[in-house]
């Protein structure tokens, strides 16, 4: 989206230092998407069936998560996030 990048800048300015990328795109573009975004980690050639699973870890490794998605291949790991925010 046009404005992830801007997003991303302000979530930083907010104190939101950690943000993660979980994609089911390869990992040369999710790598490619995460520098341009400026984001440290991130997770490529994920099934959106697997999503969920990295919400979970991310929890596990006692982070707070919130999840954005934007399609219904999303709504397994919205809803195990702590705060699930789905996109039109």
């Known amino acids: 989206r046009d404005e992830a ?9 907010h104190g939101i230092n ?4 979980i994609s089911g795109d390869h990992d040369a573009p999710t790598k490619e998407l995460a520098r341009q975004l400026n984001i440290d980690r991130y997770f490529a050639g994920v ?3 697997e999503k969920a699973d990295y919400v979970k870890l991310l929890q596990d490794e006692g982070k707070k998560v919130m999840m ?3 399609g219904i291949n999303d709504s397994a790991a919205l809803s195990h996030a702590d705060i699930g925010v789905s996109l039109k």
Do not use: Q, S, T, Y
């Open 5 to 13: 990048a801007d997003v991303i800048a302000d979530l930083k300015a």
């Open 18 to 21: 950690e943000i993660v990328l």
């Open 47 to 49: 099934l959106p069936n």
């Open 68 to 70: 954005v998605g934007d």
